[in-house]
């Protein structure tokens, strides 16, 4: 079952959701999260209190939208536009990640918050 998430920066607020496998449930059970981020073109890294080897989803390959977890750096990852990696409009993410979420709506509103230094990661609330 996916768990629905809230992600803030700054004054953006976007729905998102992790998915179904190991370490997305690992990283639900660790929110919230509240973190310094770095910015990496238009991704948004930092490192969260979970330790998960890659998965059946490691890939560079990732989507404006996704939200990955990098092994090497225990952090978590969200992508919104190019990376430095990039060739064209898709973001390529340094090395392979899992992919554990998604972004619902558009993920590139998180360009005007480049500047912000902090991120919350929380699960939605459905009351």
Same mark, same amino acid.
Request: proline fraction near 7%.
């Given at each position: 079952?996916q768990t629905p !998430?809230t !992600?803030?920066?700054?004054?953006?607020?976007?729905?998102?959701e992790?998915?179904? *496998?190991?370490?997305?449930?690992?990283?639900?059970?660790?929110?919230p !999260?509240e973190?310094? =981020?770095?910015?990496?073109?238009d991704e =948004?890294?930092f490192?969260?209190?979970?330790?998960k080897?890659?998965?059946?989803?490691? *890939? *560079?390959e990732v989507?404006?939208?996704? !939200?990955?977890?990098?092994p090497?750096?225990?952090?978590?990852?969200?992508? =919104?536009?190019? *990376?430095?990696?990039?060739?064209?409009l898709e973001?390529?993410?340094?090395?392979?990640?899992n992919?554990v979420?998604?972004?619902?709506?558009?993920a590139k509103?998180?360009?005007?918050?480049?500047?912000?230094?902090?991120?919350?990661?929380?699960?939605?609330?459905t009351?």
């Amino acid at each position: 079952m996916q768990t629905p !998430i809230t !992600i803030k920066v700054g004054s953006i607020e976007l729905d998102g959701e992790l998915f179904d *496998t190991d370490t997305a449930k690992a990283i639900a059970s660790s929110l919230p !999260i509240e973190r310094e =981020f770095n910015v990496w073109g238009d991704e =948004f890294y930092f490192e969260i209190p979970v330790s998960k080897g890659p998965d059946q989803t490691a *890939t *560079t390959e990732v989507k404006v939208g996704d !939200i990955g977890y990098w092994p090497p750096g225990r952090s978590l990852a969200i992508f =919104f536009g190019p *990376t430095p990696m990039s060739r064209g409009l898709e973001p390529v993410s340094a090395s392979k990640v899992n992919i554990v979420g998604r972004i619902i709506g558009d993920a590139k509103v998180l360009r005007a918050v480049k500047g912000e230094d902090r991120i919350w990661i929380s699960r939605l609330s459905t009351a």
